[in-house]
């Protein structure tokens, strides 16, 4: 199979509780990340908007809808329905509501969230106000909310991306079914709707071209709708590599073609990796590959359109290489690698500009963290495009992640902008130690989730209460923009910061000054 004839998977973009900070339900609510981004404020009077009339949709790990913070103050469910995807249920909100008044909830409606990760984010955008918002509140706490749990991703495609046992991942056509039901029920229902993902790759072309960001910028344009991706943990991963060829700059006597070397260091027990190098048009590249032990594989090139398969003499690793001279879906040259049983130690692929260019750019990215075994690194790696796709979706809004304690950028967010120029990220959110209803909880996700909740009280706003009823992703997005905070320090658009740090108080102060 060749690449792009298999759906793409994607992982979740938050942090394990180990790495993004621990507590339980009981630990005691900080509402900061809400106060920062100007949420509490419009929640109260004069605007009093808490996603009423608006409803909140999550394509993840299902959802843990026991909790008191997806309850009414009667007891009732906020949940419009739930789609297990694995069993191809669907349950109602009155076959919810039917079961939280049983014994035995899970007897009648027999879906969870074993990992939290889309019950932690549910709760940030749309949990309740528990105690009266002493004990927890999310930021749009009488929005209402439909649910996917995602099936995981099959194995022939896991193994096709040599994607760790251990990972969690999920195939984009299931993703992309997950999305149309959202957009599906919410014209049933008749309201708006604001969709939060939290998951994100680095196998496709970083310009908002794939599958899945087409079926994303689709919804995404339709008046009532907003989507909000996260960028991704990869900032600080070294999984990206940005290469130029300059010929004002590394032009030799010779005038021979320019070379760059890209070298990957590998460590013990990695069971398998993939690499996709993605070359700009009109270019022509050639590359050669080198593997620990000094065996080399020439004559590489991506004007091909072929497969192959090489390997080596006294090395066990196997590769499979996909040069495409036009890739379906961005146009791009690509160069697609498969690493199997790969030697550990620094393998270095050359890369060859054939024209003599006077400027042309090539890019590598590695999968992401959670995807592999063990360690898999570039040696110079470019902190910047390392935002995790979807987030070039062209008509979603999306958003890097900030520690709202002291206002720093968090350095796993991934950055901006996309491969050909786009400014993303849109906007910076609060995404660090966050309070859940399953714990303190950093990530991605987590900034995308509270920046849901306010779009949602937007959208509230805007749409349920009619004073921009045609309004859609783009637009919101531009709202947002509009009333974002922005530190005289900082050059804006930012490949971290967007056009700033979220403030949903800020948009409508924007209004009043007009």
């Known amino acids: 199979m060749a690449y792009g004839e298999i759906p793409f998977v994607y992982g979740l973009m938050q942090d394990p509780p180990s790495a993004g900070g621990t507590g339980g339900t009981g630990a005691v609510f900080d509402p900061n990340a809400l106060a920062e981004s100007g949420i509490l404020e419009v929640q ?69 969230d074993e990992i939290g990760h889309g019950t932690a984010m549910a709760s940030v955008a749309a949990g309740s106000r528990v105690d009266g918002g002493r004990t927890f509140t999310g930021a749009a706490p009488d929005s209402r909310i439909l649910v996917v749990k995602v099936r995981p991703a099959p194995r022939d495609v896991r193994e096709y991306y040599l994607v760790a046992d251990s990972a969690v991942c999920y195939s984009e056509q299931d993703i992309s079914a997950g999305l149309r039901y959202l957009d599906n029920e919410a014209e049933r ?28 910028n689709s919804i995404a344009v339709k008046i009532g709708r907003a989507v909000v991706i996260c960028n991704g943990n990869e900032g600080n991963k070294q999984h990206h590599f940005m ?43 050639q590359f050669s590959l080198r593997s620990p032990g000094g065996e080399t594989i020439r004559d590489i090139r991506m004007n091909t ?63 992401i963290e959670e995807f592999l075994t063990a360690p898999v690194t570039f040696l110079e790696p470019s902190p ?38 786009r400014v993303k990220p849109d906007l910076a959110s609060p995404g660090v130690q966050v309070s859940t209803s ?48 922005r530190d005289l320090d900082i050059v804006y658009p930012s490949r971290e910061w967007g056009y700033g740090r979220l403030s949903i108080s800020g948009v409508f102060e924007s209004m009043a000054e007009l």
């Open 305 to 367: 359109d072929e497969t192959a398969t090489y390997r080596f003499v006294y090395d066990k690793t196997v590769l499979y290489l996909d040069a495409q001279r036009v890739e379906t879906g961005s146009g791009a040259q690509l160069l697609f690698v498969r690493f199997v049983q790969p030697s550990p130690g620094i393998w270095t692929l050359t890369v060859t500009e054939e024209e003599r260019a006077n400027y042309a750019l090539f890019h590598a990215w590695l999968p």
């Open 44 to 112: 109260g009077e004069p605007l009093s908007l808490t996603g009423r009339g608006v409803l909140i949709g999550f394509v993840d790990t299902g959802i843990r809808y026991e909790q008191d913070v997806f309850r009414r103050s009667d007891g009732s469910t906020r949940i419009a329905s739930i789609w297990d995807q694995e069993a191809d249920r669907v349950y109602t909100e009155e076959e919810i509501n039917e079961a939280l008044l049983s014994e035995d909830p899970q007897s009648m409606v027999p879906v969870t």
């Open 384 to 421: 910047y495009i390392t935002l995790t796709d979807p987030a070039a979706a062209g008509d979603a809004i999306s958003v890097s992640t900030y520690d709202d304690l002291n206002n720093s950028f968090y350095p796993e967010s991934g950055r901006g902008f996309t491969r050909d120029g």
């Open 243 to 285: 290469g130029c060829f300059n010929r004002n700059v590394f032009q030799d006597e010779s005038g021979s073609k320019l070379k760059r070397d890209v070298e990957i260091r590998v460590s013990e027990g990695v069971q398998g990796f993939t690499l996709n190098v993605w070359g700009t048009q009109p270019y022509q590249y």
């Open 189 to 216: 229902i008749g309201l708006p709707l604001v969709i939060c993902f939290g998951m994100g790759t680095n196998l496709s072309s970083h310009t908002g071209t794939s599958m899945l960001e087409r079926t994303i």
């Open 438 to 485: 399953v714990g303190k909880r950093s990530g991605s996700s987590i900034a995308a989730a509270i920046a849901v909740g306010g779009v949602a009280q937007f959208m509230q706003w805007a749409v349920t209460e009619n004073h921009i009823p045609w309004v859609n992703s783009l637009n919101v997005r531009n709202y947002l923009v509009r009333g974002a905070v």
